[in-house]
């Protein structure tokens, strides 16, 4: 799998959707662990998504 699934997963995660079909939140947290890449990138989606919360953007 490449990384563009699991960042497509990690914001479903972050917007609190179901991730994709045929993702498991055990494979997202795996591959998290071994790509720095997608765990910075899940920190700053993560960041946005509690900024727009603040300011009622979302
Ligand atoms: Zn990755």
């Given at each position: 799998m490449h990384c563009s699934e699991f960042r497509t997963a990690l914001s479903?995660?972050?917007d609190g959707e179901d991730l994709p079909p045929g993702m498991t939140g055990a494979a997202l947290d795996?591959?998290?662990r071994g790509c720095g890449e997608c765990c910075a990138w899940g920190e700053r989606a993560?960041?946005?998504r509690l900024l727009?919360?603040?300011f009622d953007v979302a």
């Open positions: 479903a995660r972050v795996a591959h998290l993560r960041r946005l727009a919360a603040r």
